[in-house]
């Protein structure tokens, strides 16, 4: 068994408790334990997974690392956790992601930030969970518990309208995430039937969820839960308020992670758990995809706050993600992944851009902004640099996701295909819009804050996701490799002497 697998679930956990009880001797204390215990001990650990699964891969069908104990054992409940290369490329974009949220949260949140931050490693955990369980009724609770976490962190350090986002963010992730546990139940059931065993186990319902005559009622279960969180068009509304509310640590994890959860799952437990029934239903999703890339972007373009342009850019985005996966091609689905790590280090990056010009203008207004540039050249630089990159600039990361999904769609639909990459038109429209407005012409407001050079952890935070963009844009090859999701019908030879 790999204890590593647990591991990353339980470190953030006790984590955020010693960053809670740290905090009780100073905000600051709370912030650097909680960027240290997610430095040293996450990335380190998700190093040696890495590492070791890479080592024994070979021959296992894809799947690198198991985990398994009983857990209600009547129920057929098990602490199941596996990963495949889908697994760790989404493990370690939320390591990355998860560093600057602790670590810029030490300018911005002084009040109770002891619980923050144990709040925020708390979700963490959550989200780690969600990408390794392979036992159906672990992953609903995981699923649950990167929601409540986050609901709190909305609630008491978002701003103003942060109860009403708040309860929307809770009301559509709940009400989804209920619609997708009576789908967990239901195929449960009719395995019950076809057996005689009650399990939640992943790989053997995997069976059942391959020939069930009511294959296409339970999917549409986990399909709309995860079309929520991505979130799709028309179940977007949610995200524009909830990030707009947010404190910055919140808007970046919901942007650079937790959305990508939608994604992980429509790959793992929708395409791949039933590929029957998602092969109909892909006409149907592309083409929301296609209509939330367009509707969205259009909307972006009309935006004045910063943070709502950034997050219709961001659904906007999300929506070639959707189109990959249902593409049917291989091609199409490397695209999607490729744009799920892409979209989460340039998004991400934009809302700490965003974060700090609210922080030091005292405004999210682009219309009270304006001739920043000459006062914060270096800032300025790195806000074009990911507006470029959000735009789909070739030789970063965006370019080759987008590329490659286009590239995917173009085998199934030429029409689908065309739309797509007019929304990429209107991308470049609110990107360079967004650009004229803050940082050039003439200044519009005083500063709350000093300008000049950002602090050493912003440009640090910055300058890693660039490189990290860049390096994607240039050679993908390697997380393109990595990042192949495993079959389900394939039980590994290391999982096999595990149990």
């Known amino acids: 068994m790999m204890l590593a697998l647990p591991a990353l679930v339980l470190i953030p956990f006790i984590g955020g408790l010693a960053a809670w009880l740290v905090g009780l001797r100073g905000a600051s204390r709370a912030a650097w334990a909680s960027s240290l215990i997610t430095l040293v001990l996450m990335v380190v650990l998700l190093a040696q997974v890495t590492i070791s699964s890479l080592a024994a891969g070979a021959g296992t069908g894809g799947w690198f690392g198991h985990f398994a104990m009983a857990w209600v054992p009547m129920l057929g409940i098990n602490v199941r956790l596996d990963i495949d290369g889908l697994s760790l490329v989404m493990l370690w974009l939320n390591a990355l992601i998860s560093l600057p949220c602790a670590l810029l949260s030490a300018r911005n949140v002084a009040d109770r930030a002891g619980l923050f931050h144990c709040l925020l ?27 409540l976490p986050l609901f709190g962190i909305i609630l008491i350090w978002g701003d103003a309208g942060r109860q009403r986002a708040a309860l929307k963010f809770f009301l559509f992730t709940q009400g989804s995430g ?96 039933f590929p029957g029934a998602s092969a109909h239903l892909a006409p149907i999703a592309m083409t929301l995809g296609v209509v939330g890339i367009l509707y969205c972007a259009w909307l972006a373009v009309a935006q004045d706050d910063i943070k709502r342009l950034i997050a219709y850019s961001s659904i906007s985005h999300l929506g070639f993600i959707l189109l990959g996966v249902f593409s049917g091609t291989r091609i199409g689905m490397e695209g999607a992944i490729a744009q799920m790590v892409a979209h989460g280090l340039s998004t991400g990056a934009l809302f700490v851009i965003a974060g700090l010009l609210e922080e030091r203008l005292g405004t999210r207004d682009m219309s009270k902004m304006g001739g920043l540039w000459p006062a914060m050249p270096q800032f300025s630089a790195l806000a074009m640099f990911f507006a470029a990159a959000s735009l789909g600039l070739p030789g970063l990361g965006n370019f080759v996701g987008e590329f490659l999904v286009l590239m995917g769609t173009w085998q199934v639909s030429h029409t689908m295909t065309f739309f797509a990459a007019a929304g990429l038109v209107l991308s470049s429209v609110y990107s360079l819009t967004m650009m004229l407005r803050v940082f050039y012409g003439p200044k519009k407001t005083d500063a709350v804050a000093p300008l000049g050079v950002p602090s050493v952890p912003h440009l640090a935070v910055l300058g890693v996701a660039a490189l990290l963009l860049l390096a994607l844009g240039v050679y993908p090859q390697p997380v393109l490799n990595l990042s192949a999701p495993a079959s389900p019908y394939v039980v590994s030879i290391a999982q096999e002497q595990a149990q």
């Open 121 to 147: 490693l708390a979700t963490v955990a959550g989200i780690n969970g969600v990408f390794m369980a392979t036992d159906l009724f672990l992953f609903f609770f995981f699923w649950e518990l990167m929601l």
């Open 178 to 273: 209920l619609l997708m546990l009576l789908a967990i139940l239901g195929l449960v059931i009719v395995n019950a039937q076809r057996t005689g065993v009650i399990t939640f186990d992943y790989f053997a319902l995997s069976q059942t969820a391959l020939i069930a005559p009511i294959a296409p009622v339970l999917m549409l279960g986990f399909f709309i839960a995860f079309a929520v969180k991505l979130p799709m068009v028309p179940f977007h509304a949610w995200l524009p308020d909830t990030y707009a509310a947010s404190p910055a640590a919140a808007s970046i994890l919901l942007s650079g992670v937790l959305a990508k959860t939608g994604g992980y799952g429509l790959i793992r437990f929708v395409v791949m758990l």
